[in-house]
């Protein structure tokens, strides 16, 4: 955060350039919140992307499969598996043509979330996708 704190002040076109070029920056700071949200295991996050998903990698099928996979996480997180589940398997596809390890590593992230619901058919058709994912 001090990073975007220091680039937001330092103000110079010319200067390094903080963060993605597929996320807009005013998004890109609260999709990393977000994202801590998620990782620390809360659904707090689903309200900070909701909004953002349809600008979020116009240009970048991996942002946009990533940040799907977070969303995902935190509907799971929120004891909501039939949205985590429904995210996945939308982008589980996607995912093969893109040649990512980022990409598979997110998407895997859900699983221990979705391990709550270990009867569900949705979550063991998710598990099995991205046991063939890899």
Same mark, same amino acid.
């Given at each position: 955060?001090?990073?975007?704190?220091?680039?937001? #002040?330092?103000?110079? !076109?010319?200067?390094?350039?903080?963060?993605?070029?597929?996320?807009?920056?005013?998004?890109?700071?609260? %999709?990393?919140?977000?994202?801590?949200?998620?990782?620390?295991?809360? &659904?707090?996050?689903? !309200? /900070?992307?909701?909004?953002?998903?349809?600008?979020?990698?116009?240009?970048?099928? #991996?942002?946009? %499969?990533?940040?799907?996979?977070?969303? /995902?996480?935190?509907?799971?997180? /929120? &004891?909501?598996?039939?949205?985590?589940? &429904?995210?996945?398997?939308?982008?589980?596809?996607?995912?093969?043509?893109?040649?990512?390890?980022?990409? #598979?590593? !997110?998407?895997? #992230?859900?699983?221990?979330?979705?391990?709550?619901?270990?009867?569900?058919?949705?979550?063991?058709?998710?598990?099995?996708?991205? &046991?063939?994912?890899?």
């Amino acid at each position: 955060m001090d990073f975007f704190d220091r680039a937001a #002040r330092n103000g110079e !076109e010319d200067g390094p350039v903080v963060g993605q070029y597929s996320v807009n920056d005013p998004d890109l700071l609260a %999709i990393y919140e977000a994202t801590c949200q998620v990782y620390l295991g809360g &659904g707090d996050a689903i !309200e /900070a992307l909701v909004p953002r998903m349809k600008g979020i990698g116009n240009g970048s099928p #991996r942002t946009r %499969i990533i940040t799907r996979a977070k969303l /995902a996480h935190a509907y799971a997180n /929120a &004891g909501e598996p039939a949205l985590a589940c &429904g995210l996945i398997l939308d982008v589980v596809d996607e995912a093969t043509t893109v040649d990512s390890q980022t990409t #598979r590593s !997110e998407l895997h #992230r859900v699983l221990p979330a979705l391990a709550r619901w270990p009867a569900r058919d949705d979550a063991n058709e998710v598990r099995h996708r991205l &046991g063939v994912l890899g």
